[in-house]
């Protein structure tokens, strides 16, 4: 977009927020484990190491985590912020599957995902979809290749570009990892071992947000209208790129606080976000669901 003001000073930085020097969050691996307690992490790739740290794993194993559940329930996926209460789920590797895939429509019915540290998964699957008929795929399986061709470390939006650019007609392979399974460890568990439970949700206002720039810091929770805004921004992700990311479209929605117009909104997230390269349409798109979160919470 031409003629963008610029982006005002500080647009990008996050909101005032306390810090505390000392937080510690439970932890269990999703197929059963003891509990353990981790804490000093800034982002999600030290959180990773921090889990990998208390039950002697490489981070490299740990796919995803959720939040006061250990089923593969992506409404509960660990995203960008943390309940100070909030009890950590760390789904592994598990089985390795492999699938070949004929790309009969343009859109094969997936939504991807990625955990922050170099691996995509499947976050939903479009009923009725290509994707849908193939019963090995599940929801939660790491992509981890395409064509025999890896795409460990790629982001979110950047492995949906790859699917969307396979030719239609010619079959095409899927390395596929899905979480472990708790029956995976039955013979394996020591009588120290606990089986997950449902951990109680955290009625605090607090949550400690990780962000990929800059430290970690402990905010309010975020209001109706942020929490709205979001919500539409990420489906606005979904229907344009085929990801959904919470935490960028949090990114997105601070990012417009700071600016009077769609131009302006425009030339910060180029600033901010340049490398989703986003399209004018979307940005336009984003700014109106904003907007209209912000009139429907008055």
Not at 168 to 177: A, D, E, I
Request: proline letters at 5%; hydrophobic letters at 40%; glycine letters at 8%.
């Amino acid at each position: 977009m031409e003629n963008a003001a610029p982006c005002e000073p500080g647009a990008a930085e996050p909101p005032a927020a306390r810090t505390r020097p000392r937080l510690v969050f439970r932890t269990q691996l999703a197929h059963g484990s003891p509990t353990g307690r981790i804490e000093g992490f800034t982002n999600v790739r030290e959180l990773y190491a921090k889990i990998a740290e208390a039950f002697g794993i490489s981070p490299t194993e740990i796919l995803f985590c959720t939040l006061n559940s250990h089923k593969v329930d992506m409404q509960k996926l660990l995203g960008g912020q943390i309940g100070l209460e909030d009890f950590i789920f760390a789904h592994v590797r598990g089985e390795t599957k492999e699938v070949e895939v004929t790309k009969t429509e343009d859109a094969l019915g997936l939504t991807i995902t990625d955990n922050g540290a170099g691996y995509a998964f499947i976050k939903r699957i479009k009923e009725g979809s290509i994707i849908n008929r193939i019963q090995a795929v599940c929801v939660g399986d790491s992509i981890e290749a395409i064509n025999d061709h890896s795409i460990v470390g790629c982001r979110h939006y950047e492995v949906a570009k790859m699917l969307r650019e396979l030719p239609k007609s010619q079959p095409f392979t899927l390395r596929l990892v899905q979480p472990k399974r708790a029956f995976d460890m039955i013979g394996q568990r020591s009588r120290s071992s606990k089986w997950p439970v449902e951990a109680k949700v955290s009625s605090g206002r607090e949550t400690l947000r990780l962000r990929s720039r800059g430290p970690a810091t402990v905010e309010e929770v975020p209001n109706d209208f942020e929490e709205e805004a979001s919500r539409r921004v990420d489906d606005l992700l979904e229907s344009y790129m085929g990801i959904r990311d919470p935490e960028l479209a949090a990114t997105m929605v601070e990012t417009s606080k700071k600016t009077a117009g769609v131009q302006a909104f425009a030339r910060c997230l180029d600033s901010v976000l340049g490398e989703f390269a986003f399209p004018d349409e979307f940005v336009v798109e984003v700014w109106a669901a904003i907007v209209e979160a912000r009139e429907a919470c008055g």
